[in-house]
């Protein structure tokens, strides 16, 4: 069993900057594809990131590539989603999510067994 620990979420303006943290209890880490999600009110989990062990990539949706950055440090057991130039269209709440499974696309929340619990992100006009 693997536990997930959001934090870094607030309250910003546009354009300004956040740095979410996920850490995670995996004695294995490194081996693991982590992946960001949000959810705004009344709208469905969308893929953000992903910082895949399996193929050695990253990857974005669309509306944040060039904004949002992910990383991961396995000596920390912790990935990070830097985001920049933050919209109020990026208002939702941010998971993290785990897989050491290849099963699905990076970017589909069923290919993840385990989530965190979320973190706010709210960004004001």
């Known amino acids: 069993q693997v536990q997930l620990v959001e934090s870094g979420g607030g309250l910003v303006q546009a354009g300004d900057s956040l740095r979410l943290s996920c850490a995670a209890s995996?004695?294995?880490?490194?081996?693991?594809?982590m992946g960001w999600f949000r959810q705004a009110p009344g709208k469905e989990r969308e893929f953000v990131a992903a910082?895949?062990?399996?193929?050695?990539?990253?990857y974005y949706a669309d509306s944040v590539k060039a904004r949002f950055t992910i990383s991961r440090d396995n000596a920390k057991n912790t990935v990070y989603l830097q985001m920049n130039s933050l919209k109020p269209e990026d208002t939702a709440v941010y998971f993290c999510?785990?897989?050491?499974?290849?099963?699905?696309?990076?970017?589909?929340?069923?290919?993840?067994?385990?989530w965190g619990q979320g973190t706010q992100v709210t960004v004001s006009s």
């Open positions: 999510a785990a897989t050491n499974r290849i099963v699905g696309g990076y970017d589909s929340a069923r290919r993840y067994d385990y």
């Open positions: 910082d895949t062990w399996s193929s050695g990539r990253t």
């Open positions: 995996a004695r294995t880490f490194a081996i693991y594809d």
